[in-house]
C-alpha cells in the first residue's frame, strides 16, 4: 500500500513538473507575442496622430538700442527677434487648432508649421478664461483639407495605461514620441508660465512619459490614437508630466464652436477634496465631499456669486451635485464644468450634523 501511494505520488510529481515545464517553455513566446502586439498598437497609434499635431512658432520684435562710444550716437535696431516654440492639435480640417494659452499668450507673431513642413501664419481666435488653453486658427488655401484627430472620453482612463504623447520638444524635433504611463489622475499644480507668471492648474494626468520645453499644447494619447490630454507642464524632478484631460479640452472646443468664444460655467467658491486621511486629521464628518475652505486670504465663497447667491457658507461640505456623488475621482470642478452658463443646479451639502439641499444658477467666466 505504501509502495502504491509513493507511486502515485511520483506519477502526480511528474505531470506537475511537466505541465510547469511546457507552460515555461511557452511563456516567452507568449511574452513576445505580448510586447510586438503593444509595439504594433503604439506604432499605429503615432502614425494615426502625428499629421494633425503641429510645430507653433513665436516670433517677438525686440528693439534693441546699441551706443557707440566713439560717435557718441545711439542707433535702435528693431530688427532683432526672439522666438520660442510650442505644439498643438488640429481639430478642425479648415484650419482650427487647440494649444496652451500660455504658448499664445502675449501680442506676438505665430507661425505654425504642419507635417509636411509647410508654414502659415496663425491668429489667437479664442484664450480659454480659465483653463491654460487657447485655439488659434490658420488660413488655408481653396480645397486645402487638414488631418485631424478624435478625442476620447477622459472619464475612462485608468492609472497604469499606456499613452503616448507627442509634439515637438524645444521647437525643433519634429514629432517626437515618447511612451509611458498614467501615473497618476486629479493632479493639481502651480506651474510658471513664459513670463514668470503663476499658473494654477487642477484636475489633470500625471504621465511618466517624457514632456519637454516644446511639447506644450501637444497630444497624450491612448493607444487607438485617441487624443486623452494636451500636454501643459512639467514638475521638478525626473519623468515628472502633466496633461490637461480630453474632456476639459472637447468643452472649450464645444464653447467656441457655439458661442465664437470659451465661456466656463461659474460657481463661486474654493474648496478642498476630502478623503479619509484629511478627513481623519481634521476631524469633519465626512470621508468624501468638497469642503468650503480657502486655507489663505481669499474668501472661500466669492462675494456676489453664484454659490454666495445659494447660500452656501464656509465650512459647508458639498457632497452631491444633481445625485453625482462628489469624490476625489469625480470633483466638484469637473461636475460643475458639466453644465452651461444660466443651468440651476442642485447640492447636497453637510453644514454641522444637519443636511440641506441648496440651488445654484451658475454664472460665466468668458
Known amino acids: 500500500m505504501l509502495k502504491k501511494s509513493i507511486f502515485t505520488i511520483l506519477i502526480i510529481t511528474t505531470i506537475l513538473f511537466s505541465s510547469a515545464l511546457i507552460n515555461y517553455t511557452k511563456y516567452p513566446r507568449v511574452l513576445a507575442d505580448i510586447l510586438f502586439k503593444e509595439q504594433t498598437e503604439t506604432i499605429s497609434a503615432i502614425e494615426r496622430t502625428k499629421k494633425s499635431v503641429v510645430s507653433i512658432i513665436t516670433t517677438k520684435e525686440l528693439t534693441n538700442v546699441i551706443f557707440n562710444k566713439n560717435t557718441g550716437e545711439t542707433q535702435i535696431d528693431s530688427n532683432v527677434q526672439q522666438s520660442s516654440g510650442g505644439s498643438g492639435i488640429i481639430i478642425e480640417s479648415d484650419g482650427l487648432i487647440l494649444t496652451n494659452k500660455h504658448v499664445v499668450s502675449g501680442d506676438e507673431k505665430y507661425s505654425v508649421i504642419l507635417d509636411n513642413g509647410e508654414i502659415f501664419e496663425a491668429e489667437v481666435v479664442a484664450r480659454d478664461p480659465l483653463e491654460d488653453l487657447a485655439l488659434i486658427k490658420i488660413d488655408l488655401p481653396e480645397n486645402t483639407s487638414l488631418p485631424t484627430t478624435n478625442f476620447a472620453n477622459s472619464r475612462n482612463l485608468k492609472i497604469g495605461q499606456t499613452v503616448i504623447a507627442i509634439g515637438y520638444p524645444l ?82 472646443i464645444k464653447s467656441y464652436q457655439e458661442h465664437g468664444k470659451i465661456i466656463r460655467p461659474k460657481l463661486g467658491v474654493r474648496y478642498l477634496m476630502l478623503n479619509p486621511a484629511i478627513t481623519k486629521f481634521t476631524g469633519l464628518p465626512r470621508k468624501n465631499g468638497a469642503w468650503i475652505h480657502s486655507g489663505n486670504e481669499y474668501p472661500s465663497v466669492v462675494p456676489d456669486s453664484p454659490a454666495e447667491k445659494a447660500g452656501l457658507k464656509t465650512g459647508d461640505i458639498i457632497f452631491e451635485v444633481n445625485a453625482i456623488k462628489v469624490t476625489e475621482d469625480f470633483p466638484l470642478g469637473e461636475i460643475v464644468s458639466l453644465y452651461e452658463p444660466g443651468q440651476t443646479i442642485g447640492f447636497k451639502v453637510q453644514r454641522g450634523n444637519k443636511i440641506i439641499i441648496l440651488k445654484a444658477t451658475l454664472g460665466k467666466f468668458e
Open 171 to 252: 521647437g525643433k524635433y519634429k514629432n517626437s514620441a515618447s511612451k509611458g504611463i498614467i501615473s497618476g489622475l486629479h493632479r493639481d499644480l502651480t506651474a510658471s508660465g513664459p513670463e514668470g507668471e503663476s499658473i494654477n492648474f487642477s484636475n489633470l494626468i500625471q504621465t511618466d512619459a517624457s514632456i519637454n520645453t516644446g511639447n506644450s499644447g501637444g497630444a497624450l494619447i491612448d493607444l487607438n490614437g485617441q487624443v486623452i490630454g494636451i500636454n501643459s507642464a512639467i514638475d521638478a524632478g525626473e519623468n515628472l508630466g502633466f496633461a490637461i484631460t480630453s474632456n476639459v479640452a472637447r468643452k472649450a
